[in-house]
């Protein structure tokens, strides 16, 4: 059975720098390079959004709120992915959760939570 483990969330203030990162268990290293891997967020009273994705062929995608300050990479030998978050801002404060993705086989995360204080 697919796991995604999330780590690295916490307190962060303003302008500050936090890097989630997720490993996916459960799956062959090759079945991991075939999956889209993102990250979603999901702040109080609001709906999942979509924050960055990198795909099976590596083309990276960003919503425009994060352009510039996210980074999405991930390390097809180690089954991992991450998220390198600067500048970060209060309003960004949420439940982080990683997803894979490969045809119409997906997994969430249990997701980890992310504080900017302003």
């Known amino acids: 059975q697919v796991q995604l483990v999330e780590s690295g969330g916490g307190l962060v203030q303003a302008g500050g720098s936090l890097r989630l990162s997720c490993v996916a268990s459960g799956m062959s290293r090759f079945i991991f390079r075939l999956n889209d891997m993102s990250w979603y967020r999901q702040a109080p009273g609001e709906q999942r959004e979509l924050v960055a994705t990198?795909?099976?062929?590596?083309?990276?995608y960003y919503t425009d709120s994060v352009k510039g300050r996210y980074t999405i990479s991930r390390d097809n030998t180690q089954n991992t992915v991450a998220l390198q978050m600067n500048s970060l801002k209060p309003e960004e404060t949420a439940v982080y959760f990683c997803?894979?993705?490969?045809?119409?086989?997906?997994?969430w995360g249990q997701g980890i939570q992310v504080t900017v204080s302003s």
């Open positions: 997803h894979r993705k490969r045809g119409g086989i997906e997994s």
């Open positions: 990198e795909t099976s062929e590596c083309t990276r």
